[in-house]
């Protein structure tokens, strides 16, 4: 960890801290799986919705509902699939968010590939079969925590 | 717990339940303060951020920087304020969203009761003295899990 100290300075929330992570750190961190929330908007609002994600070909994928919310909303651009890790007992955390275009998976090949590497059902009950791609456009991510 | 296997079905996720909350769970799953994750849009694309959020006067606040992404896309309509918890080794967990406009706090005696309010610092660095204010306008949850 670098010398936090150098940069210390008095005011509110000046003893945390946080910093930006690369792209590299940001895959890192979404791993080949794990769970998120996807981000869209649908009738003017934003919704946030919980998924289990993979990553697969450069590009985030789930599974959702064929008549769903989300699918009813795609394609979509400016979409997120944002993912975090907390430790409220040290009050730190980290948060990534991949942005792009939402678009439901048709192709055939694509699809069977899909199923193959999805290891968990969706944890929501009902047909949960359409496969949709977030396609990262901007991946960006943040560190923080409290310096000692 | 009902009767789960009244409803079973075979298919893709049958095993799997949900169920949505009325507007008092989602309320009580909120609980006075927490970590969630303000969903808003900026330049075109949703963003999503962890906040630590205080539910207050019936509505939720969050601190963040006076200039920074957050306070320079608003007012806005239609953002979210989204807050779960998950159990990966049971595959259940909850989500809750908040829907509302959201604002930047203003009035003097409001921030300072808000400032009263709050018990931690935000966990990331920098000023953070801007208080936002969701006022939830819709609220809607969900509960989900793996049926035995």
Redesign the interface.
């Given at each position: 960890m670098a010398d936090v100290n150098a940069d210390f300075q008095y005011?509110?929330?000046?003893?945390?801290?946080?910093y930006e992570l690369d792209a590299e750190q940001c895959w890192s961190l979404l791993g080949s799986s794990g769970?998120g929330?996807f981000?869209?908007?649908h009738e003017?609002?934003?919704?946030?919705?919980?998924v289990g994600y993979l990553v697969y070909g450069g590009a985030v994928h789930f599974r959702t509902s064929p008549d769903g919310t989300v699918v009813n909303s795609l394609p979509q651009?400016?979409?997120?699939l944002?993912v975090?890790a907390?430790q409220?007992s040290v009050?730190?955390?980290w948060?990534v968010?991949v942005?792009g275009r939402a678009e439901v998976v048709e192709d055939a090949h694509e699809l069977t590939t899909l199923f193959g590497q999805m290891v968990?059902?969706?944890?929501?009950?009902?047909?949960?079969?359409a496969f949709v791609r977030v396609r990262p456009e901007?991946l960006s991510g943040?560190r923080?925590?409290?310096a000692q």
């Open positions: 005011g509110p929330g000046a003893r945390h801290e946080d769970v929330r981000a869209f908007v003017g609002r934003v919704a946030v919705y919980p651009d400016g979409v997120a944002q975090d907390m409220p009050q730190a955390g948060s968010l942005s968990d059902e969706p944890w929501a009950g009902g047909v949960r079969d901007r943040r923080v925590y409290l």
